[in-house]
């Protein structure tokens, strides 16, 4: 309780002494110059290789705390230590570091037998396999599971036998076993050539199936003839109830009209003309069809086409020679070919009037036709 109180004290001393003095001296410039105004970051953190020397040291002295710690405890001292306080920042730092230390201890160290592939029974502990649960390929079809449906199922069966007093034993079915080779010896082949053709042949399968004649089962016929008795005699008991229906003659209309004129249905104002098809009206050319022409064919027509147009260029041409006259008569002389339609101007009077006189004068050298007096005008004037 002493040590405690002495403690507390302490605390109380730094913490009076933190506080400011009005009334104390002023401090030196060298004072000044260690306040925390011109501090650096040099007065706060450690250069980054000390700080690992550092915390490796802290770690050593930080076991050997709580080991002093814990023998404060047991020894029953009441002493006070202070705790390191540390940033959440720091705190998630070192939980990541566990947790890949731990990591990477898993991944160096040896991996069980159960993952290491496979394994044989020398390099795994005894009796390993049974605390294990293994799926593996079976060779042979394993036996269903015993459930309580399964259990139930053979009570009921059980109890079903007993109802109906079937104490024998079920007889085991097996199935029957063939050879490969047995459906091939069961067809017998025979392998010489047949003398008959293929016509004969079928004619003698024909013959054959038509003179079989075709047994029926007795009890087939037993049967049948014990239906037709019984159906007739429930016919004939029928019929004292029910009366069948009286037959009755159909109508039926006979018409005793051309089967032209009964098929016409066209309407009475359609006239012949408009009842013509398109064909009948105007008949289609029939072109002559061109099939693929050959070679030669081509070549021939090539031919006379050739021969047409030498032809035709040797022959000389009326119009042409016609206007090379024209051009030389032209070429001559100063003479001036008016063209239709073409006109003179008249500068003046003069020109005007000859123009006039020579026209004047063309008509009248025109010899004027007499008309023919009919005879019959002549009459009706007499």
């Known amino acids: 309780m002493n040590a405690f109180l002495d403690s507390e004290e302490a605390h109380d001393s730094e913490d009076s002494e933190g506080s400011v003095d009005y009334f104390g001296e002023l401090p030196s410039e060298d004072e000044v110059g260690k306040s925390g105004k011109n501090a650096t970051y ?131 079915k097996h199935k029957p076993t063939e050879e490969p080779f047995e459906f091939r010896r069961r067809v017998a082949l025979d392998q010489e050539k047949s003398k008959l053709s293929l016509a004969q042949v079928y004619e003698q399968q024909f013959i054959k199936q038509n003179s079989q004649v075709q047994k029926e089962d007795p009890a087939h016929e037993e049967i049948r003839t014990l239906m037709s008795s019984l159906f007739t005699k429930l016919d004939a008991l029928s019929n004292f109830h029910l009366l069948p229906k009286r037959v009755s003659s159909e109508l039926k209309i006979v018409s005793n009209l051309p089967s032209v004129t009964v098929e016409e249905v066209t309407p009475i104002s359609m006239t012949d003309a408009q009842l013509l098809a398109p064909e009948e009206v105007k008949e289609k050319p029939h072109k002559e069809v061109v099939e693929e022409k050959t070679k030669s064919r081509r070549l021939r027509e090539r031919r006379i086409k050739r021969a047409r147009r030498k032809a035709k260029q040797a022959v000389p041409d009326k119009k042409g020679n016609k206007e090379e006259a024209v051009r030389k008569v032209l070429r001559g002389s100063s003479a001036k070919l008016l063209k239709e339609g073409e006109k003179t101007t008249l500068s003046s009077s003069k020109k005007f009037f000859e123009a006039l006189q020579h026209k004047t004068i063309r008509v009248a050298e025109k010899p004027t036709k007499k008309k023919k007096t009919s005879p019959e005008a002549v009459a009706l004037k007499l």
């Open 42 to 172: 040099e007065d706060f953190f450690s250069p980054p290789g000390v700080e690992s020397t550092q915390e490796s040291e802290k770690g050593r002295t930080g076991s050997r705390h709580d080991q002093d710690e814990e023998c404060a405890l047991d020894s029953g001292g009441d002493e006070v230590l202070e705790d390191n306080v540390k940033s959440t920042f720091e705190v998630g730092r070192q939980m990541v570091k566990k947790q890949i230390q731990r990591l990477e201890d898993y991944n160096i160290k040896e991996k069980p037998w159960n993952l290491q592939g496979e394994v044989e029974a020398q390099n795994r502990p005894e009796n390993s396999l049974l605390q294990e649960h293994l799926q593996f390929d079976h060779m042979t079809r394993q036996a269903p599971a015993i459930t309580e449906e399964t259990t139930r199922q053979f009570e009921r069966i059980i109890l079903d036998r007993m109802r109906d007093k079937a104490w024998d034993d079920v007889e085991r």
